[in-house]
């Protein structure tokens, strides 16, 4: 028997749906609709002429080489920041189910850096990183011999930026792997224990698996935070540069928009982002999602 709810006034769950529903339509489906409009578009930099060019922006944009070089870059970045920080937030929430004592204040110590800014989170790494004055660009010189520069060194900044996103992302996936290892029966481990199974081999077998719808949900949602959240973090800390090694689809579209004042041309950068993202979490629910265990 299914049972529905029913509301005493018609209206309430109108006015109860009201302010998501103005928040998506103010947030997201205005700007995507103008993104639509203006790639169509071109015009000067100053406003004062507009020119319906239907097409001609997109066919630009996939004979631009830097452009190609921004999808390689996104794509690195992205696969970079979503191993990293996936890998390290298992290990931290494996590790703090373990704990006995003090687990809270480990729980809650592991939490508070979701709560730094993308910007904030991108200045402390700069700092610690800074070729000058930072404690881990003078350990790699002192200890290990490496001249580390991300001003300069494009690799250094790649791995600059990696480091910084997914230090941010690494509490939001602690969460819920923690929350998925809390919901496994501890049966299910102690039988493999007495069978005989090593940790390690009863983590295989018995606990990952089991983990693999937050996995999956995770996988999706660092890859969007990849594409679209991480523009604070690259632009306080390598600006796109050095040489454009840092400058992702996101960044890049700001950097044409914003900088180069090229409205038609970056809103023409921001549709193709919003579609291969979309194509990404459809392809990722159609298709990967058909090998997680439920």
């Known amino acids: ?24 339509l103010v947030f997201f489906i205005w700007p995507a609709s103008q993104a639509l409009y203006y790639s169509v578009l071109q015009q000067d930099a100053f406003g004062l002429r507009v020119d319906f060019v239907a097409f001609d922006n997109f066919a630009y944009l996939f004979s631009d080489p830097t452009y190609l070089e921004s999808f390689e870059i996104t794509i ?5 920041v979503a191993l990293m920080s996936l890998s390290f937030a298992l290990i931290l929430a494996v590790m703090a189910d373990r704990v006995i004592k003090g687990a809270t204040a480990y729980k809650t110590l592991l939490i508070w850096p979701y709560a730094v800014a993308p910007a904030i989170a991108g200045v402390l790494w700069y700092f610690l990183f800074n070729p000058a004055v930072g404690i881990n660009a003078w350990i790699l010189r002192a200890w ?47 039988a493999a224990a007495i069978d005989g199974a090593s940790p390690l081999k009863r983590f295989w077998t018995i606990v990952f698996p089991l983990l693999s719808p937050t996995t999956f949900f995770l996988v999706v949602v660092n890859i969007v935070y990849a594409f679209f959240d991480t523009f604070g973090t690259i632009h306080a800390t390598t600006r796109g540069g050095p040489y454009g090694a840092t400058n992702t689809l996101v960044y890049k579209v700001f950097n044409d928009g914003f900088i180069g004042l090229d409205l ?31």
């Open 76 to 80: 690195m970045f992205s696969v970079s």
């Open 144 to 190: 290990f011999g490496y001249d580390w520069n991300h001003t300069l060194n494009g690799t250094d900044a790649m791995l600059l930026i990696v480091i910084a996103a997914a230090w941010k992302q690494i509490s939001y996936n602690f969460l819920f792997f923690l929350a998925g290892l809390q919901a496994i029966p501890r049966s299910l481990i102690e």
């Open 1 to 24: 028997m299914i049972k529905r709810v029913t509301f005493k006034h018609k209206w309430l769950p109108y006015a109860l749906l009201a302010p998501q529903l103005l928040i998506t």
């Open 264 to 294: 038609g041309g970056s809103a023409a950068q921001s549709v193709v982002l919003m579609v291969i993202v979309i194509t990404l979490t459809v392809v990722q629910f159609r298709y990967i999602e058909r090998r997680v265990e439920y």
